[in-house]
């Protein structure tokens, strides 16, 4: 079972950047696709991003494309979300999750972590 944890949360003005990371434990991070997701109280958790198990591939949600950049490093075990130009309705906690393939990320994520907390204020 592949455990994930974020970190990289915080308070940024808007504008601003933030990195976000996701560590996974476990000798089989690597042939898993990996999404990001948020949430904001109240409302549904909503995709973000995504990423294929080599890396070759992404995908992204029109809220973020442009502004977001998901990447990762399977020597290290860990994925990233770079957020740049930051507003406050991208105000949320933010999950990594896996899955199969990039489809099966973005649409039936599972292993969740506990997430991150990002706040963008005005």
């Known amino acids: 079972q592949v455990q994930l944890v974020e970190s990289g949360g915080g308070l940024v003005q808007a504008g601003g950047s933030l990195r976000l990371s996701c560590a996974a434990s476990?000798?089989?991070?690597?042939?898993?696709?990996m999404g990001w997701f948020r949430q904001d109280p109240g409302k549904e958790r909503e995709f973000a991003a995504a990423?294929?198990?080599?890396?070759?591939?992404?995908a992204y949600a029109d809220s973020v494309k442009g502004r977001f950049t998901i990447s990762r490093d399977n020597a290290k075990n860990t994925v990233y979300l770079q957020m740049n130009s930051l507003k406050p309705e991208d105000t949320a906690v933010y999950y990594c999750a896996l899955g199969r393939n990039i489809f099966a990320v973005s649409t039936t994520p599972s292993n969740w972590g506990q997430g991150t907390q990002v706040t963008v204020s005005s």
């Open positions: 476990g000798r089989t991070f690597g042939t898993y696709a």
């Open positions: 990423i294929s198990a080599g890396g070759g591939s992404t």
